[in-house]
């Protein structure tokens, strides 16, 4: 069985050829049909970022296939990013989110960077039958690109008529565009790359603005106007910050205004300075979250079957050998949507 491990920080990931492990109690043996290359497993291979299981490990944590062994075989599904155990306090206590034995593959587990994964079987999301090979590939980037800004939309109790103001429009950004107008909201997306923005203005986003050295008083000034003018709420603002940058923090910070709350979906290790006191002062709020529920799965699964994920445009699949020169490519941002890897 193919796979590419991580062996230490900084280096390229290296090819291994195992035979397949045995299947342990209540796991399934799922076939990859797609594994979504991530910021996080950047992060793992060049930030620093440590892994839960000690190195060497599989990376890849958006991963679609084909189950080959256990209760649901031969059934195409979705393995959702962080498998939450079901039974500890916070799973009783209807947060799955912060499950005490939570398992994330190419985290806790070998990930999806591989012919074939063992998971835990308890929260596989089934798929139609009738999806095709490449389709199914596609559907990968649900288990996190798609379901953490659609739990972030769902915390935000984002609804038809709010303005949705979205920083940082890459992956992970670009899904919460499509799922926020797939809720009826305006979207105001602001990003550095032109590129992103005119693609994100084709598929229905209502107003772009590249911030690429722009004031930050400057855009809230111009934010304000767009509101006045196409009368669109000038309050209780929904914004995600999706950039993982600190400007991109901070540019979320000073957007909140009455009523304001904003989703901190992207990750940095860097330290912003706020007036936390404003949050009182226009009784607003700010709201993470580690991942999805699993239960918000089957939404984002109908939602990519009206249409409204755009996943033939907003991926782009590779072979899995590539899988080096990928990773490349993310980093020096040449990637134009998610990649996918394809054993
Ligand atoms: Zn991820
Ligand atoms: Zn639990």
């Known amino acids: 069985m193919i796979s590419y491990e991580l062996t230490e920080g900084n280096t390229s990931l290296i090819k291994q050829d ?50 080959t062994e256990g209760t649901h075989e031969g059934k195409k599904v979705i393995i959702p990013a962080v498998i939450p155990c079901g039974t500890c306090e916070a799973c009783g206590c209807g947060n799955p ?113 590249n911030i690429k050295g722009m004031e930050g008083r400057k855009i809230k000034a111009q934010i304000r106007d767009l509101c006045k003018s196409e009368s669109y709420p000038m309050f209780a603002h929904k914004i995600f910050e999706m950039s993982g940058t600190p400007q991109g923090q901070e540019m979320a910070f000073s957007l909140i205004n009455h009523g304001a709350s904003v989703a901190t979906v992207g990750f940095t290790m860097d330290k912003v300075q706020v007036r936390l006191s404003n949050l009182m002062a226009f009784d607003a709020r700010i709201i993470g979250n580690w991942g999805a529920d699993p239960r918000i799965y089957p939404e984002a699964v109908q939602i990519a079957a009206k249409g409204d994920l755009r996943l033939e445009e907003f991926t782009e699949l590779y072979p899995l050998a ?4 990928v990773i490349d490519k993310a980093r020096s941002g040449q990637l134009k949507s998610r990649a996918v890897l394809v054993p």
């Open 97 to 209: 989110r912060i499950c005490f034995h939570q398992i994330m593959p190419g985290n806790d587990i070998d990930g999806g960077f591989a012919e074939f994964i063992d998971v835990p079987e308890r929260e596989l999301v089934l798929l139609p039958d009738e999806l095709d090979e490449e389709s199914l590939a596609r559907h990968s980037v649900i288990a996190d690109a798609v379901t953490t800004p659609l739990q972030a939309i769902h915390n935000l109790q984002l609804k038809a008529g709010d303005l949705a103001i979205l920083i940082g429009c890459g992956g992970v950004g670009g899904f919460a565009a499509l799922l926020a107008l797939s809720y009826g909201a305006t979207v105001i997306a602001l990003d550095i790359d032109d590129e992103k923005l005119k693609k994100l203005n084709r598929h229905g986003v209502q107003h772009s603005l």
């Open 18 to 67: 195992k035979p397949p492990s045995d299947l342990a109690e209540g796991y399934a043996k799922v076939k990859v049909a797609g594994c979504g290359l991530c910021h996080t497993d950047l992060s793992f291979i060049f930030g620093g970022v440590q892994t839960k299981k000690r190195l060497p490990l599989v990376l890849g944590h958006e991963i679609s296939g084909i189950v």
């Open 322 to 325: 590539q899988i080096n020169q």
